[in-house]
């Protein structure tokens, strides 16, 4: 499968992975692939990060099994540097999973269950500067969720921002100067108007809405 970057040069892929046979089958992926290079890969995370740090890549792969405290941690750190663009894969993730992810930084998200051609999907466009994730990983996602926005009330409108923005009911409450209870009838009413399934789909149809996420399709 044939990839050429917009402009004309390779971008730079490193990979961490807690699993050295599927790093040599990336590796193999890449190899020979107009407009992406392999440029190095790690097993540990510290020595991936370390491996970023040297090379700047365009694109670095984490692998989720490393956990998620450190990863959320390493894609903060990656998007404060602002060079390396993150993708996290890995096996099973939920919603809830992939909202964290995508909050933290993460610009792209895939299990490793993946398909050849939707993996070099993936890298191809968060190295030109896009978003990417896996239907799959958001299980059963409600595109009809984004339209259906426009019945939201100001208040509801509001609830739903700060659940994109990942705060918890009480600091919803707080916030918006309400009870807790109170934000939770204004999200059995998101939940109902949207059709999204639970805070996790209705953060990340928000975010999809005002163009942070793209979903593979």
Same mark, same amino acid.
């Given at each position: 499968?044939?990839?050429?970057?917009?402009?004309?040069? =390779? !971008? =730079? #892929? #490193?990979?961490?992975?807690?699993?050295p046979l599927l790093i040599e089958g990336l590796r193999s992926l890449l190899t020979d692939l107009p407009g992406l290079r392999f440029a190095g890969a790690m097993t540990t995370l510290a020595g991936g990060m370390e491996l970023v740090r040297g090379l700047n890549p365009a694109v670095v792969i984490l692998d989720r099994a490393f956990g998620g405290p450190p990863i959320l941690e390493s894609l903060v750190r990656l998007h404060?540097?602002? $060079?390396?663009?993150?993708?996290?894969?890995?096996?099973?993730? =939920?919603?809830?999973?992939? &909202?964290?992810? #995508?909050?933290?930084g993460a610009r792209g998200v895939l299990?490793?269950?993946?398909?050849?051609?939707?993996?070099?999907?993936?890298?191809?466009? /968060?190295?030109?500067g896009h978003t990417w994730m896996?239907?799959? /990983?958001?299980?059963?996602?409600? $595109?009809?969720?984004? =339209?259906? %926005?426009s019945k939201l009330t100001p208040r509801e409108h509001q609830v739903?921002?700060? /659940?994109?923005?990942? &705060? !918890?009911? %009480?600091?919803?409450?707080?916030?918006?100067?309400?009870?807790?209870?109170?934000?939770?009838?204004?999200? !059995?009413?998101?939940?109902?108007?949207?059709?999204? $399934?639970?805070?996790?789909?209705?953060?990340?149809?928000?975010l999809r809405e005002k163009g942070f996420l793209s979903l593979q399709m």
């Amino acid at each position: 499968m044939a990839i050429t970057m917009q402009n004309g040069t =390779s !971008k =730079s #892929v #490193v990979i961490c992975d807690t699993q050295p046979l599927l790093i040599e089958g990336l590796r193999s992926l890449l190899t020979d692939l107009p407009g992406l290079r392999f440029a190095g890969a790690m097993t540990t995370l510290a020595g991936g990060m370390e491996l970023v740090r040297g090379l700047n890549p365009a694109v670095v792969i984490l692998d989720r099994a490393f956990g998620g405290p450190p990863i959320l941690e390493s894609l903060v750190r990656l998007h404060a540097g602002g $060079r390396t663009a993150p993708i996290v894969w890995g096996i099973g993730m =939920s919603n809830a999973d992939a &909202l964290r992810m #995508v909050q933290a930084g993460a610009r792209g998200v895939l299990r490793k269950t993946s398909d050849t051609h939707q993996i070099l999907d993936c890298i191809r466009a /968060v190295a030109e500067g896009h978003t990417w994730m896996e239907d799959a /990983v958001l299980q059963t996602p409600d $595109r009809s969720a984004t =339209s259906e %926005r426009s019945k939201l009330t100001p208040r509801e409108h509001q609830v739903a921002e700060l /659940v994109e923005k990942g &705060l !918890k009911n %009480r600091e919803i409450a707080r916030s918006l100067g309400i009870q807790t209870g109170t934000v939770k009838i204004h999200l !059995k009413h998101i939940f109902e108007k949207t059709g999204c $399934r639970g805070r996790y789909g209705l953060a990340l149809s928000g975010l999809r809405e005002k163009g942070f996420l793209s979903l593979q399709m």
